[in-house]
Structure formats: structure tokens, C-alpha cells
Nanobody, 130 residues
């Protein structure tokens, strides 16, 4: 059974950093497309960053929404079967509930389409405020 459990959210001042974690079980996340999504109050859920399948030679391609490029980094640890999102230079507009999700699809494409995701975690709240 596929399960995703996020952690690492919290309150941080503008300009600060957080690292989100998503512990996966029921599948080996190296081989499947997986990513981070967020939903701010009153807004639609959006894809923040996704990573394509690892082909055993190199890590999969990654995608970042324009608003986070250069500030956020997605990565995964196969030994821990965990996905991460390192968030630096946080801004108030990054405030949202962050979700981990996967479509358990083996693909070289890092498309970050929330409607295509089949399994979701319950989310972790990130609040950026002074």
C-alpha cells in the first residue's frame, strides 16, 4: 500500500530556510515520478517541484515552478526512501500547505500536474511571516 508522510513544516521568517521531508512506503520512490505541491488559502493547488524516474544511471529530470526557481531544490534519498524539498530565501507568498504526491509512473518526464497524481500525503503547513 502506497503511503506518503510529510514533515518539516513550520513558522519561519522571510529569508529563512526549511527542509520538507516525505517518507514513502509501499513503493521504491527512485523509479517513479514524484513531487511537491502546495495550496495557499483561497488558491488552487499548484505543482511546486517534481522529479522524474531515476534510470539507474542518473537522477531524473526535475521541474520547478517559476516562482521557486533558484530557491528550492528537490532531491531523494533511496536508502531512506524519502523525498526532500530544500526551501531557501523563503517569502511570505510561499505560505501554504505543502503536499507530497506521486502518480507511480515510470517516466523520463518531470511534468508536475496535480490532476495526474494518484497518491497524496496529508500535507505539512509552511508559514512565512515576521
Amino acid at each position: 500500500q502506497v503511503q506518503l508522510v510529510e514533515s518539516g513544516g513550520g513558522l519561519v521568517q522571510p529569508g529563512g530556510s526549511l527542509r520538507l521531508s516525505c517518507a514513502a512506503s509501499g513503493f521504491d520512490l527512485r523509479y517513479y515520478r514524484i513531487g511537491w505541491f502546495r495550496q495557499a488559502p483561497g488558491k488552487e493547488r499548484e505543482g511546486v517541484s517534481c522529479i522524474a524516474s531515476n534510470d539507474n544511471i542518473r537522477e531524473g529530470r526535475s521541474y520547478y515552478v517559476d516562482a521557486v526557481k533558484g530557491r528550492f531544490t528537490i532531491s531523494r534519498d533511496s536508502a531512506k526512501n524519502t523525498l526532500y524539498l530544500q526551501m531557501n530565501s523563503l517569502k511570505p507568498e510561499d505560505t501554504a500547505v505543502y503536499y507530497c504526491a506521486t502518480d507511480v509512473l515510470i517516466t523520463p518526464d518531470a511534468d508536475c500536474n496535480s490532476s495526474a497524481m494518484k497518491y497524496w500525503g496529508k500535507g505539512t503547513l509552511v508559514t512565512v511571516s515576521s
